[in-house]
């Protein structure tokens, strides 16, 4: 069985975290809190334990892993050569949603990279991440702490939903913070390329890289349309509830009208219709089931809210979901590449109104 241990989020009992260290060194998964959603860890350069996450969660084994420290001066021993732009971002955006794609160094086990020549580095910005990762006293590889395909956990009880007896330990420190994933930058190339769009926006990159470019299939969200991948997890279905999701992007208004629209249609077919929309958009509660996920003008407020809704259409249980886009700026960009993906190509865009 997964051992549950609580703890204070700000302040991390000091037994509890050296417990779920000793896991950590002794080859064992444990689930933790980051700023972003939770993790499922393992010691990084044990590719034995490495192994484990990819069984547990069920993840192809082409998607490399993300390897979290608790300081900068760990990766050093994780790469071949740090260079002065990614120290810059170390300075500026760590600890933080920033993973960045390095150099490999002989020391990461091929599990972790899979098999690439490059190796994901971050360290998060979470007192419980930190403090475990510090017990483990090394590494700590770690992939979302979701079965592969479904949304990302941003709380102990959705991480428990998924991998409940898969998994030796979870620390609950309460909810993640952003509820989007770290943003994944590669700085191998001349122009430092967006993988995944995340907690750290393109807007604050430009501001200290001049130019940064977003890789075309990480900002539609799209499947194996896009052809070739930079970042491996890019290709596969993501963040996908049960019930089909059909994305409806476009002018606010008119999305509004398809999305009653098509509600209309479906209930008159039988089926039961779930609406993720947004506090701040209209009612929709005569044309289906609605979640809200914060407030479409805030997108940190979507961001935070957005798996736990797509989470809650499972319990629902909706046929179809009918979800509101929102505005791409900021952290928006993560909101709808992940929607994106949740929907796996079933994208409406809408242009005139009604
Ligand atoms: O916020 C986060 O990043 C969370 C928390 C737990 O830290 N972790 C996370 O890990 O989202 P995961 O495994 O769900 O996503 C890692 C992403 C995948 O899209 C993967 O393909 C990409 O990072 N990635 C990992 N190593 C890479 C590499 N060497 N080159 C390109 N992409 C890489
Ligand atoms: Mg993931």
Do not use: C
Request: hydrophobic share 45%.
């Amino acid at each position: 069985d997964t051992r549950y241990i609580k703890v204070n989020p700000a302040h991390p009992e000091a037994e509890a975290v050296r417990e779920a260290g000793l896991i950590l060194r002794g080859g064992g998964l444990v689930a933790f809190p980051t700023e972003t959603v939770y993790g499922l860890g393992a010691n990084a350069l044990d590719g034995k334990a490495v192994a484990r996450i990819f069984e547990a969660k069920g993840r192809p084994s082409d998607n490399p892993l993300i390897v979290h420290v608790a300081a900068a001066e760990e990766v050093g021993a994780l790469v071949r050569g740090i260079s002065d732009r990614a120290r810059l971002l170390m300075e500026i955006f760590w600890p933080g949603p920033l993973t960045l794609v390095l150099p490999a160094g002989k020391a990461v086990p091929a599990g972790v990279t899979a098999g690439l020549d490059t190796v994901a580095v971050r360290m998060p910005d979470h007192p419980v991440a930190a403090a475990l990762i510090r017990a483990a006293g090394v590494p700590v590889a770690a992939p979302s702490a979701n079965i592969s395909g479904r949304p990302s956990p941003t709380t102990a009880e959705h991480v428990l939903q998924d991998l409940n007896g898969r998994i030796e330990a979870i620390l609950d420190g309460g909810p993640a913070g952003l509820g989007v994933e770290s943003t994944v930058l590669d700085v191998t190339v001349p122009v430092p390329l967006i993988l995944r769009p995340g907690g750290v926006t393109p807007e604050e990159l430009r501001e200290v890289l001049g130019t940064v470019e977003v890789d075309p299939s990480a900002a539609a969200g799209l499947g194996k349309a896009a052809g070739r991948y930079r970042s491996p997890g890019m290709k596969y279905i993501h963040y996908a509830p049960r019930a089909p999701l059909v994305l409806i992007e476009g002018r606010p208004d008119a999305v509004a009208a398809k999305i009653r629209e098509l509600a209309g249609e479906q209930q008159a077919a039988g089926r039961r219709v779930g609406i993720l929309t947004y506090a701040d958009s209209g009612d929709f509660s005569s044309a289906g089931v609605v979640v809200l996920a914060g407030q479409r003008g805030k997108p940190e407020t979507v961001a935070a809210g957005l798996y736990a809704a797509l989470r809650r259409f499972d319990e629902l249980g909706v046929d179809l979901i009918l979800a509101e886009g929102v505005e791409e700026g900021g952290v928006g960009l993560a909101v709808m590449n992940r929607l994106r993906k949740a929907a796996g190509g079933r994208i409406l865009r809408v242009t005139e109104q009604g």
